[in-house]
Structures are given as C-alpha cells and as structure tokens.
C-alpha cells in the first residue's frame, strides 16, 4: 500500500502551502478536480508526466485521510 507521506508534502514557498505531490507544483486540489471532472488515471498520466499511479493514489489516499478527521457538516433545517 502506498503512503501519502512518500508523496504529498506542504511547503509554504510553493503554492502558498497547499499540499502538492513532492517535486512538482501539481496540487492535491488539482488531481483531485481533474478526477471530479471526470479525468481517468490514464488521463492524468499523459497530461502530466511527472504523475505517476502511486502519486495519483497517494492523493486519493491523503484526501480520504483528511475527510476521515472532519466534522460532519449538516444543513440548517
């Protein structure tokens, strides 16, 4: 199984701190819109060749991470 940690890090001077995967400016953000968008892996992978399959499941896995410690927010009845 990958870990995030090989692949994700934050740094203040490269994009203003936003996660990124280590050794590029490509943000956890912007994987993760261009899958929303409907973008395949194989996609990914020919738009940006510095992306790999394990840095694409390392975003997937961080992102999981990060919603597995967030309040569940409920609409105003």
Do not use: C, F, W
Not at 5 to 25: A, C, E, F, N, W
Not at 44 to 49: C, T
Request: glycine share 6%; aromatic share 6%; charged share 20%.
């Amino acid at each position: 199984m990958v870990n995030y940690r090989d692949y994700i890090v934050s740094d203040h001077q490269i994009m203003l701190g936003k996660p990124i995967i280590k050794g590029t400016r490509l943000t956890v953000e912007l994987i993760l819109r261009k899958l929303a968008q409907g973008a395949s892996t194989a996609d990914l992978l020919k738009m940006y060749p510095g992306l790999s399959e394990e840095r694409i499941q390392a975003v997937l896995l961080y992102a999981a991470e990060l919603l597995a410690n967030e309040e569940l927010l409920t609409s105003a009845a």
